[in-house]
């Protein structure tokens, strides 16, 4: 069975740091590309960072660049994003998900709540 | 950035009828378009790949075609258990691999 498995979200001040990491099993995690994707509450979803399958290669929604950081060890089955300079509207539930490269997204975590508040 | 455009935003149906979802690509995807399904408090789930292919474990009353940039989601025989958030999402041009705004599909 395929699980991706979030962790790390939490409340956050503004100008903060968090680190969310995406436990990955039942699927060649060294084999997709992994992603991103965050929903603010009540809000559709947005892409937000994208790592190819050795982590040689990153990309970012100009929303987060400079401030958030994907990376990945196939070693441990593991995604992270480190996400410095939080504001508020980074609030948001955040999806770490899997695909092909270059393809859609086949596989979800649960989500991570991330809450940016003073 | 492609722009992706759902209609409508809200959609009401009775059980037992059929559901048209449409989206809408700002410049060509080519046949690089995906459907995802959400329920409140869970993730998305694929439910088609390549603007017509189910994805695996989707029932055969989902159905979506389109090329370009006009797409459609059908579901053929509403259950209770489709009643959800729809959302769009191109994979052509990336990155931004974007998403529409969503449709939510409500009872009747």
């Known amino acids: 069975e395929v699980q991706l498995v979030e962790s790390g979200g939490g409340l956050v001040q503004p100008g903060g740091s968090l680190r969310l990491s995406c436990a990955a099993s039942?699927?060649?995690?060294?084999?997709?590309?992994m992603h991103w994707v965050r929903q603010a509450p009540g809000k559709g979803l947005v892409w937000v960072s994208h790592?190819?399958?050795?982590?040689?290669?990153?990309t970012y929604a100009d929303s987060v660049k400079g401030r958030f950081t994907i990376s990945r060890d196939n070693a441990k089955n593991t995604l992270y994003l480190q996400m410095n300079s939080l504001r508020a509207e980074d609030t948001a539930v955040y999806f770490c998900?899997?695909?092909?490269?270059?393809?859609?997204?086949?596989?979800w975590g649960q989500g991570a709540l991330v809450t940016v508040s003073s | 950035e492609i722009v992706m455009t759902q209609s409508p935003a809200t959609l009401s149906v009775s059980p037992g009828e059929r559901a048209t979802l449409s989206c809408r690509a700002s410049q060509s995807v080519s046949s690089k378009l995906a459907w995802y399904q959400q329920k409140p408090g869970q993730a998305p789930r694929l439910l088609i790949y390549g603007a017509s292919t189910r994805a695996t474990g989707i029932p055969a009353r989902f159905s979506g075609s389109g090329s370009g940039t006009e797409f459609t989601l059908t579901i053929s025989s509403l259950q209770s258990e489709d009643f959800a958030v729809y959302y769009c999402q191109q994979y052509n041009n990336w990155p931004p691999w974007t998403f529409g705004q969503g449709t939510k599909v409500e009872i009747k």
């Open positions: 790592v190819n399958t050795d982590g040689s290669s990153t």
């Open positions: 039942g699927f060649t995690f060294s084999s997709y590309w």
């Open positions: 998900a899997g695909g092909g490269p270059g393809a859609c997204f086949n596989y």
